[in-house]
């Protein structure tokens, strides 16, 4: 399912939609963007071979930003990869990750999917 923009000259647009220039402006310039809403205009520059602007990396909120974080390959039920973000001090996983850079390299310690959670 395409993502569409909440707000903005685009508001209600899916993300598929929205020019190139647009979605590397929300990353570079506007601050407060959820990390869901970044990581799939993140994810949409990608898919195009566009340049995805800026790395925000995922915040435990029990933790605070200094805390540890691992990142592995996940598959989900439907067998696509993400990387998922765990915080190490407290186990909590933060967030699934668009695959591209630089989370790709610092999954590398972990190349083999991990099967999916029952549910």
């Excluded at 310039?29 to 195009?48: F, I, K, M």
């Amino acid at each position: 399912m395409d993502t569409v923009l909440p707000f903005g000259r685009h508001r209600g647009t899916p993300l598929s939609a929205v020019p190139t220039d647009y979605l590397q402006w929300m990353l570079r310039d506007c601050r407060g963007l959820s990390h869901d809403l970044r990581e799939a205009v993140a994810c949409q520059l990608a898919s195009r071979g566009a340049d995805v602007p800026g790395v925000v990396e995922p915040v435990c909120s029990a933790c605070g930003p200094n805390a540890p974080r691992s990142y592995e390959w996940h598959a989900d039920d439907r067998n696509h990869l993400y990387l998922r973000c765990t915080c190490t001090a407290c186990g909590r996983v933060l967030c699934l990750l668009a695959p591209r850079e630089p989370f790709v390299t610092w999954a590398e310690r972990s190349p083999e999917p991990l099967i999916p959670e029952e549910r």
